[in-house]
């Protein structure tokens, strides 16, 4: 069983930064590929962003593209959202999600996914 906690989340401006960290229990993250999810309020929830084994392998939503940048610290056993030139539209909850480490690749699906966190609360005022 893996357990993701997320942290970082808050209310910032537009054009503001947030550093979103995703936290492992027990378990070594540097083996599974790992996303980031959003959800905003009635509606679905979305892909954000996915890194594949080792770090390698970003993919961004074409919204978010330039904007934010996904990676992975093996060593702590954490993976990271860092969200630059924020926008109202932004505004959601933010989730990570782990997949098998059978897998290499992160996916833009959520069905692909092992594992998620409770997610974080970000907002962004015009």
């Known amino acids: 069983q893996v357990q993701l906690v997320e942290s970082g989340g808050g209310l910032v401006q537009a054009g503001d930064s947030l550093r979103l960290s995703c936290a492992a229990s027990?378990?070594?993250?540097?083996?599974?590929?790992m996303g980031w999810f959003r959800q905003a309020p009635g509606k679905e929830r979305e892909f954000v962003a996915g890194?594949?084994?080792?770090?390698?392998?970003?993919t961004y939503a074409d919204s978010v593209k330039a904007r934010f940048t996904i990676s992975r610290d093996i060593a702590n056993n954490m993976v990271s959202l860092q969200m630059n030139g924020l926008k109202p539209e932004d505004t959601a909850v933010y989730y990570c999600?782990?997949?098998?480490?059978?897998?290499?690749?992160?996916?833009?699906?959520?069905?692909?996914?092992?594992?998620w966190g409770q997610g974080t609360q970000v907002t962004v005022s015009s």
């Open positions: 890194i594949g084994t080792r770090g390698g392998s970003a």
């Open positions: 999600a782990a997949r098998s480490p059978r897998d290499v690749f992160g996916s833009s699906d959520s069905d692909d996914y092992d594992y």
């Open positions: 027990r378990r070594a993250l540097g083996n599974r590929p």
